[in-house]
């Protein structure tokens, strides 16, 4: 079974662009979530999506957004970028079948960085 | 408020001694779930052991073993007999039943272990 998927791996932005950032998840998981890594913050949850639905928000300003689409593919947005914004973003899918936490599996990240 | 400290940042050991890295977490709610995760230096987050809060058995996978002890909130993960491959940052990580929702994973801030040859 094919893992999860992030494009693009690489990325170089400069302050004030808006990037989008892309995940598929794992064939039959339908909840994606992303966080941000940074070696100052550490892994931090940025939102959740399940059957196209936000879910569940991270304490992130609005700049950050996301949707998911009915294939369960998610992109997410991050609007007049900032410096601070350079992070690893790791994407991450759950089977989510149930009322209860399943493991999430992530995926290789997008690697962003703002000049 | 939910938290989860790994008090260890950085540990060096040689290669087939055992080591443990430590998780205390914090919680108000009586459901929740505890993970392993293992970042080896490309980049990607490895699912290691998934626990709910009411099983406290120990588990052990090969060389690896998880001793999880609610009376002191802590779910420590030990590596018998530690190879160079095992060299990552190891994160714990914390989930409260949000009723089927499966984001917002509390994350330590990792223990890089370093095993030498």
């Known amino acids: 079974k094919a893992g999860v998927t992030q494009t693009p791996r690489y990325l170089i932005k400069t302050r004030g662009q808006q990037v989008t950032l892309s995940c598929s998840p794992i064939?039959?998981?339908?909840?994606v979530s992303w966080y941000q890594q940074t070696p100052g913050q550490g892994l931090q949850f940025l939102f959740e999506?399940?059957?196209?639905?936000?879910?569940n928000k991270g304490n992130f300003p609005g700049r950050f957004s996301g949707r998911q689409f009915s294939n369960s593919r998610s992109e997410m947005n991050v609007s007049t970028l900032e410096l601070g914004d350079s992070a690893l973003y790791l994407c991450?899918?759950?089977?989510?079948?149930?009322?209860?936490?399943?493991?999430?599996?992530f995926g290789p990240g997008t690697r962003l960085t703002v000049t | 408020a939910q938290k989860v400290t790994q008090a260890q940042t950085e540990i060096s050991v040689v290669e087939k001694e055992d080591v443990t890295l430590d998780c205390v977490y914090e919680t108000r709610d009586t459901t929740y779930y505890l993970f392993w995760y293992k970042q080896p230096p490309s980049g990607e987050l490895v699912f290691l052991i998934r626990r709910n809060s009411f099983d406290e058995q120990n588990e052990i996978s090969g060389r690896y073993s998880w001793n999880f002890q609610k009376s002191t909130s802590s779910f420590n993960f030990t590596i018998t007999a530690s190879q160079v491959v095992d060299s990552a940052v190891y994160f714990c990580a914390l989930s409260e039943d949000y009723g089927g929702s499966q984001g917002n994973l509390i994350f330590g801030k990792g223990t890089k272990l370093s095993v030498k040859p």
């Open positions: 991450a899918s759950s089977l989510a079948a149930g009322d209860f936490s399943y493991e999430q599996y």
């Open positions: 999506y399940f059957s196209e639905t936000q879910r």
């Open positions: 064939s039959g998981h339908r909840s």
